[in-house]
């Protein structure tokens, strides 16, 4: 499934409170209240405990650890750990929260934003971290296309953004921008990056440590084999527990699934109704079965293209007719999917926006909706000239039968046994349907080399990132580039409601047009949100004591919005071998943000704070 982060990470989304306002959020006070705890967090307690190691199983290929490229879930879940992000988001609530900027403030006009950024957060080279970096890296995405290929539309209305002082960021706004409590930019060390030449090439993947400065420190990189982090001894908000977090990738699902009951890694994600159930009966292995934040779609190739102009790919000229779109539109039965597939681990797909975030969800109205017909489907096809021959095929305009393409990730068994629906239900309608399932489905998706695929994102408490990946400002500025765009997606109509959300502050006018926004996504047929699945997963509880999904109460642990679930990990040793409670990594700290106040809560260690879209994730 292209979940393309795509971060964005998908990603990386309920309705954030973006004001115009000044938020104070007692910086002293907070502060204060940190020092005021024990130090558990630090450095030299965890340094006793002997060598934990957290290993996270993944199926999904690191397309580029430089921030400024990377769109895939997993590697913008990697840098949510290694860079700081201006401001966060609350496990509890998503509400926004305090990062690298501690408090920020809007002019009357709406125009100017000013970010205090923190006095204890430094790179892990030991350099100071302050407001420079985060001016000279919103900078370069502004002057070098390059460097704003996964995070450009961030900054796209930036008109200046200045560092009068080391804590001081201001940022100058050429209209209103609804998103500057949500810019989800991890902030790189300029004293490291301004010696990069082509942003376009390089994929920060050969020197380590890489410096951040973020809870976690990545220490080493093989491609389609491992990522290796450290705990940052010296993050703000204290050092992981665990003494080493490791991504092992695994391109069977099974054999992650065997690696965790073997407890050679300590977590796996993104399992299988078959999976998950056996996993329950077993020992030491909890399963977290959850509403995720992600939806399961299918997605047409609408004719690639780039800004010049300039066609490309070989996308099925048949599938440029609303007709046909709506067609198969209609013969695709989701409850089916939902119950047969996902074994009802999942919810029937409708609008864009998962029902996870409340505000914004969206769903057609009975006039509106296109529910499983294949008989209406069939007149439609009819009616736009779309005959079948006397053998049941159904012929295009030149005369030949209709055959799609379509990508599928050969790491996702739901890719596959959905495929087998659709070639019946298709089928009924007398067009054929080829599976192609690849490693990797980048390099045909980006070229424009595919009929329909497999798509999906992980969404963000705020919507924009997800919402703008369907704008003609993402689509790559010649054939030979490449753009933030999903699926060449270009419409003026949605292009204007796009423009108008973006710089609107009142929540619920913002929301108004986020759903309308997705109403015409529904009805160009151009995407079919066929599930919002679970966040169904797994994890060893003799290895992790402790962990904070999110949201608390229900939630994900892969692809947060945040760095909650690793970064508040408790190694089940720490936790049964100290019984004093004073130097145990089953110190918990929780946060209520709307107070300001942080307070020590005995135990286990959680956190109430919020995510992100990412933009986070592109597959």
């Not at 990062?99 to 403030?105: G, L, M, R, V």
Request: net charge neutral.
């Amino acid at each position: 499934m292209v979940t393309k982060v795509p971060s964005r990470p998908l990603p990386r989304r309920p309705h954030p409170p973006h004001r115009a306002a000044r938020l104070l959020l007692a910086a002293g006070l907070a502060t204060a209240s940190l020092a005021a705890l024990p130090a558990t967090p630090a450095a030299a307690e965890d340094d006793k405990s002997g060598g934990t190691t957290l290993t996270v199983a993944v199926s999904q290929s690191i397309d580029s650890l430089s921030p400024f490229l990377a769109q895939k879930l997993t590697s913008t879940s990697i840098h949510r750990l290694a860079y700081e992000y201006l401001t966060n988001y609350d496990p509890k609530d998503a509400r926004t929260v305090p990062a690298f900027a501690t408090e920020w403030s809007a002019s009357a006009d709406k125009l100017t934003w000013t970010y205090k950024i923190r006095e204890d957060s430094t790179w892990s080279d030991g350099k100071p971290a302050t407001a420079e970096d985060a001016a000279w890296t919103f900078n370069k995405m502004m002057t070098d296309p390059n460097a704003a290929t996964a995070n450009g539309s961030f900054t796209a209305n930036f008109a200046e953004v200045t560092a009068p002082d080391p804590r001081t960021l201001v940022i100058r706004l050429k209209k209103p921008q609804a998103t500057m409590t949500a810019l989800d930019v991890p902030i790189v060390p300029k004293h490291v990056w301004e010696k990069v030449g082509d942003f376009s090439k390089f994929n920060n993947d050969q020197q380590f440590p890489i410096v951040g400065n973020g809870p976690f420190v990545i220490t080493d990189f093989k491609v389609d084999q491992y990522i290796k982090l450290k705990p940052n001894k010296t993050f703000w908000r204290g050092a992981p527990k665990f003494d080493e977090l490791v991504f092992k990738y695994y391109k069977d699902g099974d054999a992650a699934v065997a690696a965790l009951q073997k407890g050679e890694v300590s977590f796996v994600p993104n399992l299988t109704p078959a999976q998950a159930a056996a996993l329950k009966t077993q020992k030491d292995i909890k399963v977290n079965d959850a509403p995720g934040r992600r939806f399961y779609a299918l997605a047409t190739n609408p004719g690639a293209r780039a800004k010049n102009g300039r066609t490309f790919g070989n996308g099925h000229p048949a599938l440029l007719d609303p007709a046909v779109r709506k067609a198969l539109f209609l013969a695709v039965d989701r409850a089916t999917l939902v119950e047969k597939v996902f074994q009802g681990h999942a919810v029937e797909g409708e609008g864009y926006i998962p029902p996870r975030f409340g505000s914004y969800f969206w769903k057609p109205g009975p006039d509106q909706k296109r529910g499983y017909d294949p008989a209406e489907a069939d007149k439609v096809l009819t009616a736009a000239g779309y005959e079948k021959n006397g053998e049941g095929k159904r012929l295009g305009k030149d005369g030949k039968p209709l055959t799609f393409r379509i990508l599928c990730h050969a790491t996702d068994p739901n890719d596959k046994a959905v495929a087998k629906y659709l070639q019946e239900w298709w089928g009924g309608l007398g067009i054929g349907l080829t599976v192609e399932c690849l490693d990797s489905v980048s390099d045909p998706w980006v070229k424009g080399d595919y009929d329909l695929a497999f798509d999906g994102w992980s969404v963000n408490p705020d919507p924009d990132y997800v919402l703008s990946i369907h704008t003609c400002g993402t689509l790559p500025a010649t054939p030979k580039d490449t753009g933030a765009t999903d699926n060449f997606i270009c419409d003026k109509e949605f292009d204007a409601l796009y423009a108008q959300q973006a710089v609107e502050y009142d929540t619920a006018k913002r929301a108004d047009l986020v759903k309308r926004m997705q109403s015409r996504l529904y009805d160009t047929g151009y995407m079919n949100i066929m599930a919002y699945p679970n966040a169904l997963e797994a994890y060893r509880t003799d290895q992790i004591a402790s962990i904070t999904t999110m949201p608390e109460a229900a939630g994900n642990l892969w692809g947060q919005d945040g760095y909650w679930s690793w970064w508040s990990a408790v190694p089940a040793a720490s936790a049964s071998g100290s019984g004093d409670g004073s130097g145990s990594s089953s110190t918990g700290i929780v946060i209520g943000i709307g107070a300001a106040a942080v307070v020590v809560a005995g135990g286990l260690l959680l956190f109430r704070m919020r995510r992100r879209a990412t933009a986070d994730d592109r597959e």
